[in-house]
């Protein structure tokens, strides 16, 4: 390439490299250990390369990459933390964010002390050179603060070599690192699409919009069990609670039901005030309809389990409704042209709302349909008929169902739950 005529040499092979891999996205953690790898053969003494980088994650604030000469890439993700952790207050990486240096040198074989302890143990383990960079993605010149970084990348680079990296060692990873974090943002920006597609529309429907399916009209005909959660009592429950409370008592039961949904292949379509609608599309009604079920028997073994652990703690309890029904459903894209929903309408939606109004009236948790009973022939649960019931806007009585379970595997309600009205 004409351009690279001033370069050395080894960039003329790299720079493509980095940028065939950004394009094709193969993946942050194979580019990363491709190119330390062919660093390390074309003579730079790389011993261990360290790369961190913010993510756009829920659980996760960021994520790093480890490389050595002789273990190969792993990484670990960063959790979201109210406190920073003690070994990123002390690290070069947050000295270099708190003071806004865009590089580092240490000569780690001089005999004097370390400012940081990670160099102390590196030192000690035979290291002879650390030298970090840092790369932002914005074009903020504003400060960092180095507990809530901006996007970019951090990279610090170790030699055991005696004579550490040599000056065109060190001209040619910081001319090529440009190029590296271009690829890493083209594939970070691939994956902050699909974590947070993922997060707020569910599993299933993030991975289709991603795909391309966000035309709105666009949807699929597919057989599936559709499942309706409530939480009782929740809107009396709203007036007598301060709001931290309340929705820290929210997102604790959504755990509970997201876990268990999500455990047996379930999809979270949308969550709904104090309630949600799940989705269970396996390839087979039977398949859907036992998925619900062993779902729903976790879900209620482990919402009574944490009942009692809130009632011990002097916490705030609620109880629980799971309406289920299966049957034919439009799957996809409804809305405005600048504002879409992916989500599932049709009968057998409709029939589950009208079924999960049939809780109180059964006095069940759990309620489920004829057809999802049906689908179910050979199961281990004890399944029993709650009777024929004419439901609003159906024509035929539907047969409703629940597992029977014996009292002492029954959640515990405290007596002013029973009955609760919304």
Request: glycine share 10%; net charge negative; aromatic share 8%.
């Amino acid at each position: 390439m004409a351009m690279m005529g001033d370069m050395d040499p080894r960039a003329e092979t790299l720079v493509p490299m980095l940028i065939e891999k950004g394009l094709r996205s193969s993946g942050r953690q194979d580019l990363l250990n491709t190119f330390c790898e062919k660093l390390v053969e074309m003579g730079v003494p790389l011993w261990r390369f360290h790369l961190a980088q913010r993510a756009f994650h829920p659980k996760f604030g960021g994520i790093g990459y480890n490389w050595t000469r002789s273990d190969g890439i792993s990484h670990e993700h960063y959790e979201r933390r109210e406190t920073p952790r003690e070994a990123w207050l002390r690290s070069p990486f947050y000295q270099m964010l708190d003071q806004g240096l865009e590089s580092l040198q240490v000569d780690l074989t001089a005999n004097v002390p370390l400012e940081f302890p990670l160099l102390e143990e590196l030192k000690g383990r035979g290291a002879t050179e650390y030298f970090a960079l840092t790369l932002r993605f914005t074009e903020d010149d504003a400060p960092v603060d180095p507990n809530a970084p901006s996007e970019g990348v951090l990279s610090s680079w170790t030699t055991d070599s005696p004579e550490g990296f040599s000056a065109e060692d060190k001209a040619l990873i910081q001319s090529l690192y440009p190029v590296l974090g271009l690829a890493l943002k083209s594939m970070s920006n691939r994956q902050m699409a699909s974590d947070l597609l993922q997060t707020y529309l569910g599993r299933d429907p993030g991975q289709r919009v991603l795909s391309g399916e966000f035309q709105r009209g666009s949807s699929t005909e597919i057989d599936a069990v559709i499942g309706l959660f409530d939480l009782k009592g929740f809107t009396s429950l709203a007036g007598e609670l301060p709001g931290p409370e309340l929705i820290e008592m929210l997102n604790d039961y959504f755990g509970i039901a997201v876990a268990a949904t999500q455990e047996h292949g379930g999809n979270i379509l949308k969550f709904l005030g104090d309630g949600m609608l799940v989705m269970f599309n396996l390839g087979s009604i039977e398949k859907d309809s036992q998925a619900a079920l062993a779902a729903s028997a976790e879900l209620c073994r482990n919402i009574g389990l944490r009942n009692e652990e809130r009632l011990a703690q002097g916490l705030p309890v609620t109880d629980w409704t799971l309406a289920l029904h299966a049957g034919p459903i439009l799957y996809g894209n409804i809305g405005a042209e600048n504002r879409l929903d992916f989500t599932v309408i049709g009968p057998a939606v409709n029939q589950t709302a009208r079924i999960a109004g049939m809780h109180r009236s059964v006095g069940q948790n759990l309620i489920f349909s004829q057809v999802v009973r049906e689908a179910v022939s050979d199961t281990k649960y004890d399944i029993v008929s709650l009777g024929r019931y004419m439901l609003r806007g159906v024509s035929e009585p539907f047969e409703l169902f629940t597992i029977y379970r014996p009292q002492g595997e029954m959640p515990h309600l405290v007596p002013y739950l029973e009955g609760a009205a919304e």
